[in-house]
């Protein structure tokens, strides 16, 4: 790869053009992997389960976000309308329907049309996974009767009533939507 450098410096030039019309802003998030996270920033969905909302996408209808799970047993039943890709950052976890698991620093892909239970085992304390969820999840029955849904606007939806409701506002959910 071709660098070039200032003459007179020797230090690497940045792009000097201007960026394409209509270009979003670039979004950075520090601090998310942290333990002094503040706690009003996870949105709860139940007493043990909650997410932090890292980008919600709604011209695409993606959102990424990391779910945290503080509890045992099964999460939910869900089908997927689109593409999932996870990578599990603390405990682990699986679903009843496949023999592979999500652990700890792992990757995993999940294709649209799947339909799986999620399940957190006894021995975890705290599961923490990053989810970059494309379509939605269509909660489902054990036979397959959709019961729910959850996509990038209800998901919106939720973080804007907690973040209205416990100080931090909604100038910074608005920084997350694209």
């Given at each position: 790869?071709?660098?070039?450098?200032?003459?007179?410096?020797?230090?690497?030039?940045?792009?000097?053009?201007?960026?394409?019309?209509?270009?979003?802003?670039?979004?950075?998030?520090?601090?998310?992997?942290?333990?002094?996270?503040?706690?009003?920033?996870?949105?709860?969905?139940?007493?043990?389960?909650?997410?932090?909302?890292?980008?919600?996408?709604?011209?695409?209808?993606?959102?990424?976000?990391?779910?945290?799970?503080?509890?045992?047993?099964?999460?939910?039943?869900?089908?997927?309308?689109?593409?999932?890709?996870?990578?599990?950052?603390?405990?682990?976890?699986?679903?009843?329907?496949?023999?592979?698991?999500?652990?700890?620093?792992?990757?995993?892909?999940?294709?649209?049309?799947d339909i799986h239970t999620l399940e957190v085992p006894d021995d975890v304390e705290e599961m923490?996974?990053?989810?970059?969820?494309?379509?939605?999840?269509?909660?489902?029955?054990p036979n397959g009767v959709p019961q729910g849904v959850e996509d990038v606007f209800t998901?919106?939806?939720?973080?804007?009533?907690?973040?209205?409701?416990?100080?931090?506002?909604?100038?910074?959910?608005?920084?997350?939507?694209?």
């Amino acid at each position: 790869m071709s660098t070039r450098t200032d003459p007179l410096t020797g230090e690497p030039l940045a792009y000097q053009g201007e960026q394409p019309f209509g270009k979003a802003d670039d979004l950075v998030i520090a601090g998310v992997l942290g333990a002094d996270c503040d706690e009003r920033l996870w949105v709860p969905q139940s007493d043990d389960v909650s997410f932090r909302p890292l980008l919600f996408s709604v011209s695409h209808g993606y959102f990424v976000n990391v779910l945290r799970v503080r509890k045992t047993g099964i999460l939910s039943r869900h089908r997927h309308a689109g593409p999932v890709h996870a990578v599990t950052l603390k405990g682990r976890w699986h679903y009843l329907e496949h023999d592979w698991w999500a652990e700890e620093g792992g990757y995993s892909f999940e294709p649209p049309g799947d339909i799986h239970t999620l399940e957190v085992p006894d021995d975890v304390e705290e599961m923490r996974t990053l989810f970059h969820v494309s379509g939605a999840y269509i909660y489902v029955d054990p036979n397959g009767v959709p019961q729910g849904v959850e996509d990038v606007f209800t998901k919106l939806e939720n973080a804007r009533r907690h973040y209205a409701s416990n100080g931090i506002g909604l100038d910074y959910l608005d920084s997350l939507v694209r």
